[in-house]
């Protein structure tokens, strides 16, 4: 591509940018009508869908134009849809917490617009949000594009005190896990878009807080679990073997129990 082209195409982008950034007040605007909507006269199928379609089309944008906040957001705030039930446990406390991550959304925007770049208070807000929405002490990041292997990690799970996120894709992990404060990430080895053991390396090579996360690799690969021992690999590696069950409950605990308050925002 030529120096012209790509100048080019960066204004285009740049364009595209900035027409997204001017349509999201009027898409927040209606976010917060549907919410008050479904508070005071119930919700219904058509208000919650419109809802968590306008969600899922901001996440995608957001990280279609670098505003990976704007995406962090948006997924806690799928997150918290997904446990209703199709709408249909959407309860008003939840629609309340609702409305505090769309003011969340508002007030990124604002900064944007200032040219501010510094989202720590944001940041802060959103933890103490994704705190508040966990039923249990520990929060787990669980990493796997396979349905079966989910269900059975999740299966084991679900005895332990820990609330699950589950995610598939490598690189969305890798950004949530920067920017939110998991106890613990638990990945199998291959991941679409960034592998497990790269997706832990990067996690534990990166300035934030989250790089002392404690982590845990699943993989078929006996050569992986015996051989590697370096900084940036896994806290723990188990095999897949008709052990595992009990070994990943094992490791979970004692991952946990290293640091037995769950982490605090901020």
Do not use: C
């Given at each position: 591509m030529s120096s012209i082209?790509?100048?080019?195409?960066?204004?285009?982008?740049?364009?595209?940018?900035?027409?997204?950034?001017?349509?999201?007040?009027?898409?927040?605007?209606?976010?917060?009508?549907?919410?008050?909507?479904?508070?005071n006269s119930g919700v219904n199928n058509d208000s919650f869908n419109e809802f968590y379609r306008i969600i899922h089309s901001l996440k995608g944008s957001g990280g279609t134009f670098g505003l990976h906040i704007i995406t962090t957001i948006c997924h806690q705030l799928e997150d918290l849809l997904n446990t209703t039930g199709g709408g249909s446990k959407f309860s008003p406390p939840l629609i309340a917490i609702s409305l505090n991550y769309i003011d969340l959304l508002r007030s990124v925007i604002v900064k944007v617009h200032a040219g501010d770049t510094n989202y720590q208070q944001i940041e802060e807000q959103l933890n103490k949000l994704h705190k508040q929405l966990a039923r249990k002490p520990f929060t787990v990041l669980l990493v796997d594009n396979s349905k079966?292997?989910?269900?059975?990690?999740?299966?084991?799970?679900?005895?332990?005190?820990?609330?699950?996120?589950?995610?598939?894709?490598?690189?969305?992990?890798?950004?949530?896990?920067?920017?939110?404060?998991?106890?613990?990430?638990?990945?199998?080895?291959?991941?679409p878009m960034l592998s497990g053991p790269a997706l832990i390396g990067a996690l534990k090579l990166s300035d934030s807080k989250s790089r002392d996360t404690k982590t845990i690799l699943i993989t078929s690969n006996k050569n992986?679990?015996?051989?590697?021992?370096?900084?940036?690999?896994?806290?723990?590696?188990?095999?897949?073997?008709?052990?595992?069950?009990?070994?990943?409950?094992?490791?979970?605990?004692?991952a946990l129990s290293h640091d037995s308050s769950p982490k605090k925002a901020g």
């Open positions: 082209d790509s100048d080019t195409f960066q204004q285009m982008l740049l364009q595209l940018r900035n027409a997204f950034l001017d349509e999201v007040p009027e898409k927040l605007d209606r976010l917060e009508q549907l919410l008050i909507a479904m508070e079966l292997s989910t269900n059975i990690y999740l299966q084991i799970l679900s005895e332990l005190p820990v609330q699950t996120v589950v995610i598939s894709d490598g690189i969305l992990a890798l950004t949530r896990a920067l920017m939110e404060p998991f106890d613990l990430v638990i990945t199998s080895n291959e991941i992986i679990a015996t051989t590697r021992h370096r900084a940036t690999d896994a806290d723990y590696t188990l095999i897949k073997d008709a052990k595992l069950a009990q070994n990943l409950a094992d490791a979970v605990k004692q």
